[in-house]
């Protein structure tokens, strides 16, 4: 259970950083978010926050290679969760 809440908040930071990226990505000279920084989001549990974030708010559709290195980082969330519950159904 805690780790479901871990994952839901760490899809929910995602998600809010790619809208904050793109709100700065409009103003000038505005701080931004780091692409490793939105990838690391993405590797480590909030791929799916950061997927909805990208299209939701139109960020970084097109550019490459960081729309590969997220998908990448979706399929190495989805290989994590299966191995996950594999393990978990195993011991269980």
């Known amino acids: 259970m805690a780790l479901l809440l871990v994952l839901i908040g760490i899809n929910v930071i995602a ?3 790619f809208g904050w990226d793109k709100r700065q990505s409009m103003r000038p000279r505005a701080p931004r978010i ?3 920084t939105l990838l690391a989001l993405a590797l480590f549990g909030g791929a799916l926050g950061a997927l909805i974030g990208q299209q939701v708010f139109r960020h970084k ?4 290679p960081f729309r590969t ?6 399929i190495v969330n989805m290989l994590a969760a299966v191995v996950f519950v594999r393990l978990d159904w195993l011991g269980g």
């Open 69 to 74: 290195l997220l998908w990448l980082a979706a």
């Open 61 to 64: 559709t097109q550019k490459q």
């Open 15 to 17: 998600f809010l950083a």
């Open 34 to 36: 780091a692409e490793r």
